[in-house]
């Protein structure tokens, strides 16, 4: 967190967790033939980070490549050999790729195949299992006893090269598949070429992203765990999950059954992924008002109030050792700012009525078995979005670039102008530019949370765990404050303007002040998307 001269109250929080041959002779006609040069598919390059991955500070378990997951060894793969793809359909009608790791380690099996849409350089993992169970009744693996076809593009009449079939392991009692196989042949695949895994192994999935479709009535998504967080023992795996008909084929992701957390970064690798990834913040050009530390709002002139005893505001302490700590937001206590206008106006600024406070975040999503930044989320207001690696910017070295909204604060990949919350034409404005003022958040960073290492290794600030909101509870009456605007728009606008600002999270105009990091949904569970 940053200290700037000219401050907005909003504050930031970085989470964690790629020989021509001349011809004999010359035909002066040469020149007037076209030809029809065949552009490579994003998918044909491989992403790469712009910087090697830094070698690791040492440690229990972080970026060692294997996890065990209570007696289940897996590792990540992302070397791939091509099995089949369609060039037609999906994300901007580019097709996808399937594929199948292009190596396993010794005593390893692959768990299912992975695709990804061909509008992107290829960028992806699949998980791969060992069994470390030594249980030779009931491993934690075992092969499938068959296979049934799900899909063959065999008589599909898309572009695609060769043909490809779609296979779902039949488990063994007691087993659940993880992924499909892919093929090029009719021919069902081998039993040993993939594995199933343990009921207990397991846990529900979900689909996640689009990665293609057809008109037969397939599509072909991402998978999620069904439950995610910090404290849920779920692991992603990286395959995929073909839905037919609307209906999904039966899939599971694994599960942390040791609940061993060995493999999360500690105290000094925490700090290199700082130095690796801290994103750059780009302020618009036109900002006036940027993000404060929490001791800088405390300090010049926010003040702790109390229902009822209004009229009788306290100072908080640099700490917030002041703040009511009980865990309890009921409304008896909130930040504002002083009366007096001066001191009010430096602190405050918003697009509608006061935005006191507000809190502001970017999470990192980096993987445990080699450090290597995967996704970042945007936050955008009471929503955001997940952003691969491979489309965002990046500067010195491997930080992500991130473009903060012209005064609304929210967080995107690109600059450009984004509307949100209606139509094309119609919403919520948030533009962003590559002003000259930029933040590095990991110039100047506290590590409040990580507790998993426990005590006295990170020692959480007091304020984290006020639980009252960052700010005042104000009612407008949104038809007055919004009369200058209305008066310029089109009829058809007006309802359509007014009917987006009924949806708008209270926070955004400014109508109620946030809770603090620790309250939100995101904290603990996972990024809404």
């Not at 552009?39 to 070698?55: A, D, G, I, M």
């Not at 037969?216 to 998978?223: D, E, I, P, R």
């Not at 002041?322 to 206590?333: S, V």
């Amino acid at each position: 967190m940053m200290e700037s001269q000219k401050v907005h109250s909003c504050f930031i929080i970085f989470i964690i967790l790629i020989s021509f041959k001349g011809s004999a002779s010359w035909n002066p006609l040469d020149i007037f033939k076209k030809t029809k040069t065949k552009q490579p598919l994003p998918v044909e390059s491989v992403f790469k980070l712009p910087s090697p991955l830094p070698t690791w500070p040492s440690g229990e378990g972080f970026a060692n490549g294997t996890i065990d997951l209570g007696g289940l060894l897996v590792s990540q793969v992302s070397s791939f050999n091509k099995i089949w793809a369609t060039l037609e359909g999906g994300p901007d009608n580019l097709g996808a790729t399937f594929y199948e790791p292009s190596s396993t380690p010794e005593g390893f099996s692959m768990l299912g195949s992975y695709s990804q849409p061909n509008n992107q350089p290829l960028f992806g993992w699949v998980l791969i299992g060992k069994d470390v169970t030594n249980n030779a009744s009931q491993g934690a693996l075992a092969m499938p006893t068959n296979y049934t076809l799900v899909w063959s593009s065999e008589s599909q009449n898309i572009k695609q090269d060769g043909v490809g079939y779609i296979w779902l392991p039949t488990p063994p009692q007691g087993y659940m598949p993880i992924g499909h196989v892919v093929t090029n042949s009719s021919e069902k695949p081998p039993l040993d070429m993939t594995r199933c895994v343990r009921s207990d192994f397991t846990a529900m999935i979900e689909i996640d992203s689009w990665i293609w479709g057809s008109d037969s009535g397939l599509n072909v998504y991402t998978s999620r765990p069904a439950s995610r967080g910090s404290m849920d023992l779920s692991v992603s795996t990286g395959t995929f999950v073909v839905q037919a008909d609307g209906v999904a084929s039966s899939l599971s992701c694994l599960k942390n059954v040791g609940n061993n957390l060995s493999a999360m970064p500690n105290l000094i690798q925490i700090q290199e992924l700082f130095s690796a990834y801290s994103p750059l913040l780009y302020f618009h050009p036109d900002e006036q008002f940027y993000p404060s530390s929490v001791s800088w709002f405390f300090q010049n002139g926010a003040l702790l109030y109390t229902k009822g005893n209004e009229s009788n505001p306290v100072p908080i302490n640099p700490t917030g050792s002041n703040l009511p700590l009980n865990g309890t937001n009921d409304g008896a206590y909130w930040l504002d700012l002083p009366i007096n206008e001066t001191i009010r106006d430096s602190l405050k600024k918003g697009k509608i009525g006061e935005h006191v406070g507000d809190w502001e975040h970017v999470t990192l999503r980096i993987s445990n078995f080699d450090g290597e930044l995967k996704r970042v989320y945007f936050s955008q207001h009471n929503n955001g979005t997940w952003v691969s690696a491979s489309s965002l910017e990046f500067e010195n070295s491997s930080k992500p670039v991130v473009y903060v909204s012209l005064h609304g604060h929210a967080a995107f990949p690109h600059t450009g102008l984004v509307l949100e919350g209606g139509t094309d034409e119609v919403g919520i404005r948030n533009d962003m530019a590559k002003g000259d003022t930029v933040m590095d958040s990991g110039a100047a960073y506290s590590v409040v949370n990580a507790e998993y290492l426990g005590s006295p290794e990170v020692v959480e600030p007091l304020w984290l765990n006020y639980a009252g909101h960052w700010g005042p509870n104000v009612t407008y009456d949104i038809d007055k404050e919004l009369t200058g605007v209305m008066e310029v728009l089109p009829g058809k606008l007006k309802s359509e303007f007014k009917k987006i600002l009924s949806d708008v999270p209270p926070e955004v105009l400014g109508e109620e002040g946030p809770v603090g990091p620790k309250m939100k949904d995101n904290w603990n569970g996972n990024e809404r998307v």
